[in-house]
C-alpha cells in the first residue's frame, strides 16, 4: 500500500477561493445579488395537526422576479417546510433533506419523523455557519404527534405551538399573538394562518401577491396552493397592443458578405495525433 | 437604512410620469409613502400644482421633495408680484433647474418632472437628475419604477431618434383618453413588479380648460 488512503470527503464549504475572492472585490467587482425571496411564512399547530402558510412573491432588490413562487416545500408526505431567505439555498436544502428522508424511509420501513428532518436540516446548515441563508418553518405529524419548529440559518431551532418567518414575520406575528389559541378547529387554523400571510402581504414589501396553504393531519395533507387569490392587477388597457415589424428604427446598413472557408485537407485524420 | 450618522438622505420611493400631448399634459404618480420594507402610508401626493399651467411631480426623499416645492411656490408668488402674471411652464422648467443647481453640493435627493402647457397651448414636459440637468421631451419617468415604464413608452409613444433629421416633433399625437389610458396601463404594469410602487394612481391632466385630477386604485400588496 504505497498510497495514501483516501480522506473521507468533509462538509462545509472550501474557502479556497476567499483571498481571490477579496482581491475582485477590491478591483471593482459588482458581485451578482442573490434572489431572496422576501417572504412571510407562518405554521401553527391546531387540534388535529398543523397549518402551514407562505406567500408567494419572490425578490431581486426592489424588483419582482416571480410572482407566484412556491415556498412550501415537500418533505415527506407527512411533513412539510416553509422556506425564507436566499431561494437557491431554501430550495437546495428541503430537496436535500428530503430525499434523505426517503432514502431513511426505505430503511427503516417507517413513515418519517419531523424530529428526524429537523435534525438533518440543523446539522447541515450548522455546518455551513450560516452562509446557507435558509429560514424555515418545519411542521408536520408523524406517530409522536403534530410538530412545528422554526429552523435559523446559522443551525438554531425552536419548537413552538406557532411561528413566523421572513421580513413580513412581524406582522404575521402580531396577528397571531392576538388571535391564537390552543384548540383551534381545523377551519379557524386555516382562517388565521391566511389572515397572518395577508398581513404580511399588504403590510411588508418584501411579500406579496397569493396566499399558499399546507394542512398536515394524521394520516392525511392538504396542499392548497392558491388558497387566496387577493391581488389581481387592477387595471388593463382594452385597447391591447401591436407591434409591427420594423418598429426599430434603422440609422444605417451595412452588409457584409461572408468569405467562403478554403479548408486544405491534408491525409489522414487529425484526432489521431 | 440610516444606520450611520453621517446619512442624511431617505429614499421612500414611488414612480412619476409625464407625458406630453399635442394640447394637452398628463402627470401621474403613485400614492404610496415607503422607507425600507415598510409603507409609511398608502394616501400621499408626490403632485404638487406650481402654477395654473404647471405641475411638478417629484420621486425620492420625502423631506427633501416638501422643501422643494415649498422653494418654487414661493418663488412663483414673488414672480406673479413682480410681473403680474403667471410663470410660464419653460420658465418655470429654468427656475427649478437653477434651483436644484444651487445645491449641487448637498442636493435635493429628488427626481422631478415637470408638466404643463407651453406658451402656445402645446404639452410640455421637462425631465430632471437631482442637481438640475434638464431636457424638454415628450415624455418622460422618473422614481423607482422608471426603468420598467420607459422601454414600453419609448415603444408606444414612438419617439422620433434625436440622430435623425430635421428634428420631429416629440408629442404624442394620442388624444386626451388614450394617454391617460397608457398611463394606467402602464403603472398597473410596473406595480405588479416593482415592490416601491402601487396602492393608488393619481393622474393629473392639464389642458386649456384647467387642471382636473382622477385616481385609480393599483395593487396594495
Known amino acids: ?273 | 437604512m440610516a444606520l450611520r450618522g453621517d446619512w442624511m438622505y431617505e429614499n421612500n420611493g414611488g414612480t412619476c410620469v409625464a407625458i406630453a400631448g399635442i394640447d394637452y399634459c398628463v402627470v401621474a404618480a403613485d400614492t404610496r409613502l415607503s422607507v425600507g420594507y415598510n409603507i409609511l402610508t398608502r394616501d400621499h401626493s408626490k403632485i404638487c400644482s406650481l402654477a395654473d399651467k404647471v405641475v411638478l411631480a417629484s420621486s425620492g426623499f420625502q423631506g427633501d421633495i416638501r422643501a422643494l416645492h415649498k422653494n418654487l411656490a414661493a418663488r412663483h408668488l414673488l414672480y406673479q408680484h413682480q410681473h403680474n402674471k403667471q410663470m410660464s411652464c419653460p420658465a418655470m422648467g429654468q427656475l427649478l433647474s437653477n434651483t436644484l443647481y444651487y445645491k449641487r453640493f448637498f442636493p435635493y435627493y429628488a427626481f422631478n418632472v415637470l408638466g404643463g402647457l407651453d406658451n402656445e397651448g402645446k404639452g410640455c414636459v421637462f425631465t430632471y437628475d437631482a442637481v438640475g440637468s434638464y431636457e424638454r421631451v415628450g415624455y418622460s419617468a422618473q422614481g423607482s419604477g422608471s426603468s420598467l415604464i420607459m422601454p414600453v413608452l419609448d415603444n408606444q409613444l414612438k419617439s422620433p431618434s434625436p440622430l435623425l433629421l430635421p428634428a420631429r416633433d416629440a408629442v404624442t399625437p394620442l388624444s386626451e383618453t388614450e394617454a391617460v389610458d397608457l398611463v394606467k396601463d402602464v403603472f398597473a404594469s410596473a406595480t405588479e413588479r416593482d415592490i416601491y410602487t402601487g396602492d393608488k394612481l393619481e393622474i393629473v391632466v392639464i389642458n386649456a380648460s384647467g387642471i382636473k385630477r382622477e385616481y385609480l386604485e393599483l395593487r396594495k400588496d
Request: hydrophobic share 35%.
Open chain 1, 1 to 273: 500500500m504505497g498510497r495514501m488512503t483516501e480522506l473521507p470527503t468533509k462538509g462545509g464549504f472550501s474557502f479556497d477561493l476567499c483571498t481571490r475572492n477579496d482581491m475582485l472585490l477590491k478591483n471593482g467587482l459588482q458581485m451578482p445579488p442573490f434572489r431572496k425571496t422576501g417572504t412571510t411564512i407562518v405554521g401553527l399547530v391546531f387540534q388535529d395537526g398543523v397549518v402551514l402558510g407562505a406567500d408567494t412573491r419572490a425578490t431581486e432588490g426592489p424588483i419582482v422576479a416571480d410572482k407566484n413562487f412556491e415556498k412550501i416545500h415537500f418533505m415527506a408526505p407527512n411533513i412539510y417546510c416553509c422556506g425564507a431567505g436566499t431561494a437557491a439555498d431554501t430550495e437546495a436544502v428541503t430537496d436535500m433533506v428530503s430525499s434523505q428522508l426517503q432514502l431513511h424511509r426505505y430503511a427503516t420501513g417507517r413513515e418519517s419523523r419531523v424530529v428526524t428532518a429537523l435534525t438533518l436540516l440543523k446539522s447541515h446548515l450548522f455546518s455551513y455557519q450560516g452562509h446557507v441563508s435558509a429560514a424555515l418553518v418545519l411542521g408536520g405529524f408523524d406517530v409522536t404527534g403534530p410538530h412545528l419548529h422554526t429552523v435559523y440559518p446559522h443551525g438554531s431551532t425552536d419548537t413552538l405551538p406557532f411561528a413566523t418567518m421572513g421580513s413580513g414575520s412581524l406582522a404575521a406575528m402580531s396577528v397571531f399573538e392576538s388571535k391564537y389559541r390552543e384548540g383551534l378547529t381545523r377551519e379557524e387554523g386555516i382562517e388565521l394562518v391566511a389572515e397572518a400571510i395577508c398581513a404580511g402581504i399588504f403590510n411588508d414589501l418584501g411579500s406579496g401577491s397569493n396566499v399558499d396553504v399546507c394542512v398536515i393531519t394524521e394520516g392525511k395533507t392538504e396542499y392548497l396552493r392558491n388558497y387566496q387569490l387577493p391581488n389581481p392587477r387592477t387595471y388593463i388597457s382594452s385597447k391591447g397592443y401591436t407591434f409591427v415589424k420594423g418598429q426599430t428604427e434603422v440609422l444605417s446598413t451595412k452588409i457584409t458578405s461572408i468569405q467562403p472557408k478554403v479548408e486544405a485537407v491534408e491525409g489522414g485524420d487529425a484526432m489521431e495525433e
